[in-house]
């Protein structure tokens, strides 16, 4: 079992940064393929970026690619979401994922095995 808590979440205004974290508690953290989703009120929850550790291997929706960074600090059991030129429309919350193992590039929620409560990111305009 893995438990997964989000933090770093909050109110910015457009074009501002933000830097999510996401603690895991599982032993062998770095063998994990670690995601970003997020999910806006009313809409399906969406990806935004995966890091595969082992192989040296991040991969971004098309929406978030080159303002958005995903990196891990395995020594600390963390994953981090660094956003930069926020927009409006990436209000959402945000979730961080786990999945064991990485022989895919995982995209879709039901790819992951443990999931993060979520931390609210609100982009004002």
């Known amino acids: 079992q893995v438990q997964l808590v989000e933090s770093g979440g909050g109110l910015v205004q457009a074009g501002g940064s933000l830097r999510l974290s996401c603690a895991a508690s599982?032993?062998?953290?770095?063998?994990?393929?670690m995601g970003w989703f997020r999910q806006a009120p009313g809409k399906e929850r969406e990806f935004v970026a995966v890091?595969?550790?082992?192989?040296?291997?991040?991969y971004y929706a098309d929406s978030v690619k080159g303002r958005f960074t995903i990196s891990r600090d395995n020594a600390k059991n963390t994953v981090y979401l660094q956003m930069n030129s926020l927009k409006p429309e990436d209000t959402a919350v945000y979730y961080c994922a786990a999945r064991g193992g990485m022989e895919i590039v995982p995209i879709r929620p039901d790819q992951y095995d443990y999931w993060g409560q979520g931390t609210q990111v609100t982009v004002s305009s």
């Open positions: 890091d595969r550790w082992t192989l040296g291997s991040t």
């Open positions: 599982a032993r062998t953290f770095s063998s994990y393929a």
